[in-house]
């Protein structure tokens, strides 16, 4: 923090993050039943065993746990009395001691104070709060017309902002307050608050004829994903796979509605995500030379319910090169017979927005000493016709 203006100032402020609160977790050890110590876990096939179970368990640690506090050896220290004291948490809820630190995709939450430490009122006070970024300078807020009339000695002022994350690095929240002090002189007081806004999740993606997405978690607390969308590229059509799962149809329908999330655990857990990406064959002069596939819309939640939302920039894949035109093997006998004729159908397509041909076509021959495998039986040169703009025609050749 650092002021603008030398000088004793009559008032201050004061920010505290607001967040939600932790589990208190307390350190305990190991703690025992005493019935594991006496007790199998096959007691139960036994049913003359399993009957005189509740005799085995009375005993007076276990019927009277009051009675530990006036033990002064502490005996029974260790002995579990209830099965959610092996949990840890005590039921309560503890406040943030530090600010923590702040990612991208979450609301930043401030609750500020402007603070009288003077034993003067102070009048007339204009209050403003700005969030500054390597990119722009956002108000929060501005009590320009409206401002605050006094602040009696030892007094104060609250209020709250919020900023939704969106740029990473140094963020700093400015608060200025011009007015006037006990002498009747106008001051004005500037004060900084900076922090660094760090990535919360690092997104890898592999593209072949799918789209896998690796989303791994960076923070310091299990990530609950309620959305990982792909918004894919004009044109491109996008469908998330997903494993097979064999659920009743009650449940299916329930699952639906009711989407459960998906926890990646903090720290570097990592959850891949599957899409099929298609093409649309009616765009393919206008994706010509694109390599923009889309881009992910990401939106979680924390264990206590806090959300956070993420997008991330323009996924880009190989490059798309298409040739003028393509030559494609349709169908092909199944078992093809020594020396026996067979009929091979090709597909020839063009893929440009203007008419070519005519084609010839032919099984090229090379200079390779080793004999002929395939040799065309019939016309040795095919003549095919012009074909029209995104066109295709059908030849069907004798080979042998």
Request: proline share 6%.
């Amino acid at each position: 923090m650092s002021s603008g203006q030398a000088g004793p100032h009559s008032l201050a402020f004061r920010v505290m993050r607001l967040c939600k609160p932790s589990f208190q977790v307390d350190p305990i050890p190991l703690l025992l039943d005493p019935a594991d110590l006496v007790v199998g876990e096959d007691i139960f096939d036994d049913p003359i065993a399993a009957a005189q179970l509740p005799r085995l368990l009375d005993s007076p640690a276990s019927s009277n746990p009051s009675s530990d506090s006036s033990d002064l050896t502490y005996r029974t220290r260790f002995l579990l009395h209830h099965p959610s004291d092996s949990i840890g948490l005590s039921g309560l809820l503890v406040l943030p001691q530090a600010f923590g630190a702040i990612y991208l995709g979450e609301t930043f939450c401030s609750y500020i104070s402007i603070n009288n430490s003077s034993n003067f009122e102070v009048r007339d006070i204009i209050i403003k709060a700005e969030m500054q970024t390597e990119r722009q300078r956002l108000l929060l807020l501005d009590t320009s017309k409206s401002p605050v009339e006094s602040i009696r000695a030892g007094g104060r002022y609250d209020f709250i902002v919020e900023h939704d994350v969106k740029e990473l690095g140094a963020h700093t929240l400015v608060c200025t307050a011009l007015y006037y002090d006990g002498e009747g002189e106008r001051k004005y007081l500037p004060q900084f608050f900076k922090f660094i806004v760090a990535n919360p999740l690092s997104v890898r993606t592999k593209e072949i004829t799918l789209l896998e997405a690796c989303i791994e978690n960076h923070t310091k607390s299990n990530l609950l994903m309620d959305q990982v969308e792909f918004e894919p590229a004009q044109h491109w059509s996008a469908k998330i796979l997903k494993a097979d799962e064999h659920h009743s149809e009650k449940n299916s329908q329930t699952r639906e509605i009711f989407k459960p999330p998906i926890l990646i655990k903090s720290g570097g857990g990592i959850h891949n995500y599957l899409y099929q990406l298609i093409s649309h064959g009616s765009a393919q002069v206008k994706v010509e030379g694109s390599n923009i596939l889309g881009k992910l819309q990401i939106t979680w939640r924390t264990n206590l319910g806090e959300p956070g939302r993420l997008q991330t920039q323009q996924i880009m894949g190989t490059p798309i090169t298409r040739k003028d035109i393509e030559l494609h093997v349709v169908e092909v006998p199944s078992a093809i017979k020594l020396e026996r004729p067979f009929s091979l159908h090709l597909k020839l397509e063009n893929e440009t927005d203007k008419e070519l041909g005519p084609f010839e076509v032919w099984l090229s021959q090379d200079d390779s000493p080793e004999e002929k495998v395939v040799v065309i039986n019939g016309l040795q040169t095919v003549v095919l016709p012009r074909v029209e703009a995104f066109g295709s025609t059908n030849i069907n050749l004798g080979c042998q």
